[in-house]
């Protein structure tokens, strides 16, 4: 076995010399940390709400009751205080391609766990089958976002 370093151990043992330890605390003292900075008054303002969970609250509390999915026509109501509640937001462009909207209320609308999953994740095919529901509405809004802001 080869000892290339003055503190007689290998590679994969180093960290039991206390030689070496000591000089790996001293240099991650001195490193700098990262601190997130803090939003301004002002940003707040201009936001008004700087989280998607802020944003979803004060958009289910404008919403009329009993509340509805634009599309399907179902309730929403009973989905308040579960899980499935954040799935009745959905971005109608996407947070990855238009990452600048996603705090946006007009990319968002209220709909039904089972439309934002056929919307985001399912085929034209599968949207097909729902012929009851009225998929313009996400389809008009979509193109008229992408006419505003762009592609």
């Known amino acids: ?3 290339n370093n ?4 290998c590679k994969r043992h ?3 010399s206390e030689e070496y330890r000591k000089k790996v605390i001293e240099q991650r003292s001195q490193q700098k940390v990262y601190r997130i900075p803090k939003v301004s008054k002002k940003r707040q303002e201009e936001l008004k709400s700087y989280s998607q969970i802020d944003l979803f609250n004060e958009m289910w509390d404008e919403m009329q009751k009993p509340r509805r999915c634009s599309v399907s026509g179902r309730r929403l109501d009973y989905l308040e205080g579960t899980d499935l509640w954040y799935s009745c937001f959905a971005h109608v462009l996407s947070k990855g391609s238009h990452s600048k909207l996603k705090l946006l209320k007009e990319n968002i609308i209220i709909v039904h766990p089972d439309v934002h999953a056929l919307y985001d994740q399912g ?3 599968q949207r097909e089958q729902h012929k009851n529901w009225n998929w313009d509405v996400l389809y ?5 976002l992408l006419n505003k802001y762009g592609r």
């Open 123 to 125: 085929t034209q095919r």
């Open 140 to 144: 008009l809004k979509r193109e008229e």
């Open 14 to 16: 180093l960290y039991l």
């Open 6 to 9: 003055r503190y007689g151990y």
């Open 1 to 3: 076995m080869v000892f």
